[in-house]
């Protein structure tokens, strides 16, 4: 359009514009129409290109959008996985705000989809549990224990922690327990029976895998042997109570597990006795049996040894000699509590060193010292609770046997008062006189069965006295020591002794008294009689106890009368009696002095028994305190002999390192000294031996130098030649072949060292060689050619130069003279140097060149003249200077050579 | 003198330049005849030729007389260097 305003320019060649010029013309394009039309035609164009679309959209356009929705989606979703994958944050956005995203990204991100779990892996890893488990096991019993010891000393650590609370309330209970009441000892023993009841159950289960005792007997004792064994460990300090408890606890279990009850009783003493002698012995064996396993279990508790389970049975299966002892001594000493005694009477390290096996001797030793003591322990408190169960068993026969005794002296006591009281004929008393004999009968009878309840106990109490007494006999005798509580314990049985006899003896005193009154009794019952049957045969229808009615005067004078002749006789009689008492009184207070002095007797005696007895006691305490004393110091002392034992090994085995030592570091410096001249001798030969060889190398050294120097010398003169007649091989064309030769013929000044010749000749070689090098003759051959075309080229020309002309007509004859190639210049003929033009000489020195002799071609070259001589002049000093350092080389070489010759002679 | 001329490439460098010379005097007269053809003699072609001539003709004789003359130097000017460069 724009074209259309434009201004026709005035050349216009077509027609219809501007004025018509000559020239054939075209009817003028009318541009602006035509470029109408075409926009025209285009936008018409482009109008249905756009318009077609609308028209095509009925036809699959909803399959179209369907794929470019999906498509759109999933350029989406794909563009933003692929962004996640880049920027975490992005990826955090999106698991954030998109449900499922985290789901979709871990698994397109995190290396795909994952296999599906067959459940085999866990199998590999459970077979692995599995062998580290065993392995675990393995290490766990290090004994060849069965678990048996393992689940014991788990259980023994629960009861440890469970009785550790009741230490508290056991050890006051303890505290305050002296064995001669039995109300405190039965007040201590129901708070026993707290804890064994808790315990009962895991120690029953865990003693009667080995045993076939009954369950509630092994629980109680045991459990009452960790009871104090827990008490053991926290109540160090209160040794003695602690001491005291197993003892007592023992006791009560041990009369709880003997439910038989006494069997009744003989009356005879001797009997008695043996039988109470037997009894202990019987009950000490039952006791045994009953209590071996729960002192197997203790001693478990206590120390933990091993201890096979068939060794807890008494059939004495032994599994090895170790055990085989031990279960000896098993078997011969109940050792309940003993072990927990002796954990905390001893120190603790005593009990740890027991603990370990007893493989090494000392502690062995140790081991079998502390057996020792345990059984010594265990005997000891074993016949302390037997004596302290006896002694109780005493203690409730004697005292009811001194209640019986007591009663019966009350009753007859009472008898005589009612005798009394009913022989008086005074009857104003609250009963009537038939009451009151009935009264005595009834006392009477009274009497006699407390009478007979007091023999009876008497006699069980005298029969338990002396079971006791044997018991303790025994007690003493088995044990190496005696000990403050069978001391005690006699001390008791002592006293219970004494109040009993003493209880007899009022009892037969109240008999002696009943006794008199009885005899006053049959007495004046006899007296009676006599004066009734008096009365009777003087009046024999009167009867004394009814009056009735009244008598005549001459029964009452009869009776007065006969009354009176009684009174008199009776007066005699007393006057008799009052006289016979006397005598009868000294010889009744002679009798009694003597029953009396017996009495006294007896009871100094006693008393004098008594005392002895409490003397003896006395003394046993002292010698049990003393010997206890001394033992802990001897102990002592072992121990500082022990450690002086040990040190002094210390010393002696430091003193004896030293000395080895000492000796051996001068055994060794000996023998390295030795060693050492050996080597310094042969060390010498060999320098010796050395030092003639380098004499002789040397003698050869100065030959072999000048070998070696006329060697180099050779050498650097060959490749002094060489390189002067190869040149640098490197180069690329003739023209570089030049090498200085100032390093080789240097090398060869050094190889030559002072000779003079050799310095001469080395000065023979032109500097300009040195420095620039030399061409070596292929590269002179190669360069004669051109020197060749151009001398031919100027032949004509003289030394004055030449015109141009002259130059072209030389060009021109040396392109008519045929280079008729190499001439060869006759054998032996002489050549007149005046008939010697340019192509002759250089022909003849081309020839010669092939032939390889620098020098004549050099000497032909020499005789140009004029121009060609000046072009030529370079290429003749180039082969001049090639030639003297040539001459120079092979002079070189050849002396080089001589004097190498020389030398090998 | 940097790099030394051969004595048989001397008269290919003394025809090297005697040609290059001649050129250029031809084409320096050519450039003159241009100059006087266009400028002086509306435009005629003889001053073109003349010059040329000229310029040959001088080359010519340059030529000549250095191969005339070969021992004649030719020299260079050297430019002046200060004290501190040498």
């Known amino acids: 359009m724009w074209r259309a305003s434009r201004r026709v320019p005035s050349r216009i060649k077509c027609l219809g514009q501007g004025r018509p010029t000559s020239r054939a013309q075209q009817p003028c394009r ?3 129409e035509e470029g109408a039309d075409k926009s025209a035609k285009a936008a018409q164009a482009r109008l249905q290109a756009v318009g077609s679309l609308p028209t095509e959209t009925s036809s699959g356009g909803v399959g179209r959008t369907i794929l470019t929705a999906t498509l759109a989606v999933g350029a989406g979703v794909g563009g933003l996985t692929v962004y996640a994958k880049t920027s975490p944050e992005f990826r955090k956005t999106l698991e954030g705000n998109i449900p499922y995203a985290r789901e979709y990204l871990g698994a ?24 580290g488990m065993g392995k675990k096991k393995e290490e766990q019993l290090g004994s060849f224990l069965p678990k048996l010891s393992k689940s014991k000393a788990d259980e023994e650590e629960k009861q440890r922690k469970a009785a550790a609370d009741t230490a508290a309330q056991a050890v006051p209970a303890a505290a305050d327990h002296r064995p001669l009441p039995v109300e405190e000892s039965e007040v201590a023993t129901p708070t026993d029976d707290k804890p064994r009841e808790i315990l009962a159950e895991p120690i029953a289960f865990a003693v ?13 004792e045991p459990s009452a042997a960790h009871k104090e064994s827990a008490t053991k460990r926290p109540a160090k300090e209160k040794k003695p109570v602690g001491v005291e408890k197993p003892e007592e606890t023992a006791a009560a279990a041990i009369a709880a597990s003997m439910d038989e009850p006494l069997p009744p009783e003989s009356k005879s003493e001797p009997k008695a006795k043996k039988k109470a002698e037997d009894k202990p012995a019987t009950k000490k064996k039952a006791l045994k049996e009953k209590a071996e396993d729960t002192a197997a279990a203790a001693v478990a508790a206590g120390m933990d040894l091993p201890i096979p389970a068939k060794a807890m049975t008494t059939s004495g299966e032994a599994v090895t000699d170790k055990h085989v002892s031990r279960e000896e001594k098993l078997v011969e000493t109940p050792e309940d509590t003993a072990a927990a005694a002796v954990a905390a009477a001893l120190d603790q390290p005593f009990a740890t060193e027991a603990r370990e096996t007893p493989m090494r001797t000392p502690e062995e030793v140790q081991a079998k010292l502390l057996e020792k003591e345990i059984d010594d322990l265990a005997d000891r408190a074993a016949t302390l609770a037997i004596i302290q169960h006896e002694l109780q068993d005493l203690k409730r026969t004697a005292t009811s046997a001194i209640h019986a005794q007591e009663e019966a002296a009350h009753a007859t006591k009472m008898h005589s008062e009612q005798i009394k009281h009913a022989m008086d004929e005074d009857t104003s008393g609250p009963l009537g006189k038939e009451e009151q004999w009935q009264a005595v009968t009834g006392a009477k009878e009274a009497q006699v069965d407390a009478l007979k309840q007091a023999e009876a106990t008497a006699a069980a109490a005298r029969e338990n006295l002396e079971k006791v007494r044997a018991v303790i006999k025994q007690g003493k005798s088995s044990l190496s020591e005696p000990d403050q509580e069978i001391l005690s314990a006699e001390e008791e049985l002592g006293k219970l002794a004494y109040e009993l006899e003493t209880a007899v003896g009022k009892v037969s005193k109240a008999q002696a008294d009943a006794q008199v009154m009885q005899e006053y009794q049959a007495l004046v019952e006899q007296g009676r009689k006599q004066f009734k049957k008096e009365l009777e045969s003087i009046m024999p229808d009167v009867k004394l106890g009814g009056w009735r009615g009244k008598l005549s005067e001459d029964e009452l004078n009869s009776l007065i009368a006969h009354a009176h002749r009684r009174i008199e006789q009776l007066q005699s ?11 009868r009184m000294d010889d009744a207070l002679a009798r009694q002095r003597t029953e009396d002095e017996k009495e006294t007797l007896a009871l100094l005696s006693r008393e004098l028994e008594r005392q002895k007895r409490e003397l003896a006691l006395a003394q046993d305490l002292r010698i049990a305190q003393a010997r206890d004393q001394y033992e802990a110091e001897m102990r ?15 010393d002696v085995l430091r003193v004896q390192e030293q000395e080895l030592s000492s000796k051996h570091q001068a055994e060794m410096h000996d023998a390295l000294m030795d060693e050492r001249d050996r080597y310094q001798v042969k060390l010498n030969e060999a320098m010796a031996r050395l030092r003639g060889v380098e004499a002789a190398i040397e003698g050869r050294a100065d030959i072999e130098r000048e070998a070696r120097k006329a060697q180099e010398l050779l050498i650097a003169c060959e490749t002094l030649k060489r390189l002067i007649n190869t040149g640098n091989e490197e180069a690329a064309s003739w023209e570089e072949r030049r090498i200085p030769l100032s390093r080789e013929v240097n090398t060869v000044k050094e190889a030559a060292g002072d000779s003079k010749f050799f310095q001469t000749l080395l000065g023979s070689v032109p500097q300009q060689a040195m420095e620039a090098g030399v061409f070596p003759e292929d590269s002179l051959r190669q360069r004669f050619l051109r020197v060749k075309r151009v001398c031919r080229r100027v032949a004509m020309i003289d030394e004055t130069g030449g015109t141009l002309f002259q130059f072209f007509v030389s060009y021109l004859q040396s392109l008519l003279l045929v280079d008729a190639g190499r001439r060869s210049l006759p054998p032996g003929k002489e050549v007149d140097p005046k008939k010697l033009d340019t192509f002759t000489l250089l022909s003849y020195a081309e020839h010669s060149l092939e032939n390889g002799d620098l020098e004549q071609a050099a000497r032909f070259m020499n005789q140009l003249k004029g121009e060609p001589r000046k072009v030529a002049s370079d290429w003749l000093e180039e082969a001049r200077l090639t030639l003297e350092a040539r001459q120079a080389a092979q002079a070189l070489a050849a002396a080089a050579a001589a004097v190498g010759l020389g030398n090998l002679v | 003198m940097a790099a030394e001329v051969r004595s048989e490439d001397e008269l290919g460098k003394k025809w090297d330049r005697c040609l290059a010379d001649t050129i250029v005097k031809m084409g320096g007269g050519l450039a003159v005849g241009v100059v006087f053809s266009v400028f002086l003699f509306k435009r005629r072609p003889w001053p073109v030729a003349f010059g040329t001539g000229v310029g040959l003709g001088m080359g010519y004789s340059n030529c000549q007389h250095d191969f005339r003359n070969p021992n004649l130097l030719h020299g260079t000017f050297v430019k002046k260097i200060e004290k501190g460069e040498k």
């Open chain 1, 208 to 220: 009667s895998v080995g045993t076939d005792e009954p369950m509630p007997v092994a629980a109680k």
């Open chain 1, 636 to 650: 002592t002392q072992l121990r500082r002999q022990a450690g002086a034992h040990s040190e002094h090994l210390q």
């Open chain 1, 573 to 583: 009689q007393l006057a008799e009696q009052q006289l016979l008492e006397k005598s």
């Open chain 1, 30 to 32: 009318n541009y602006a």
């Open chain 1, 108 to 131: 397109v991100l995190d290396r795909g989809p994952k296999m599906p779990d067959l459940g085999l892996g866990g199998v590999v890893d459970k077979a692995k549990d599995m062998v």
